[in-house]
Nanobody
């Protein structure tokens, strides 16, 4: 079992930055692929980024602006978000899965989410 707790969300003006953190419990953190997804009001949850032992992958909408990283010693994954836009407003979720990838169905464990609001 893995428990995930996100933090770092908030209100920021367009063009600003935020860094999200996701702290994971359990000793097998390093074996999981870790992903970030987001869900805006009235929309489906969508892929943002994921990271595994090979590297990282990003959605086209955030490529060049967001950076995912992980610290296995701290059981934590991060999402650095720069040049934020109003359309980035959503609840951001951290997820862990053995398979990972862009499909949310590949993730077994989810955090509760953290709200990110970008004002214009």
């Amino acid at each position: 079992q893995v428990q995930l707790v996100e933090s770092g969300g908030g209100l920021v003006q367009a063009g600003g930055s935020l860094r999200l953190s996701c702290a994971a419990s359990g000793r097998t953190f390093s074996t999981f692929s870790m992903g970030w997804f987001r869900q805006a009001p009235g929309k489906e949850r969508e892929f943002v980024a994921y990271i595994n032992w090979i590297g990282s992958t990003y959605a086209d909408s955030v490529k060049g602006r967001f950076t995912i990283s992980r610290d296995n010693a701290k059981n934590t994954v991060y999402l650095q978000m720069n040049s934020l836009k109003p359309e980035d407003t959503a609840v951001y979720y951290c997820a862990a899965g053995a398979r990972g990838g862009v499909d949310l169905n590949n993730y077994n464990f989810w955090g509760q989410g953290t709200q990110v609001t970008v004002s214009s």
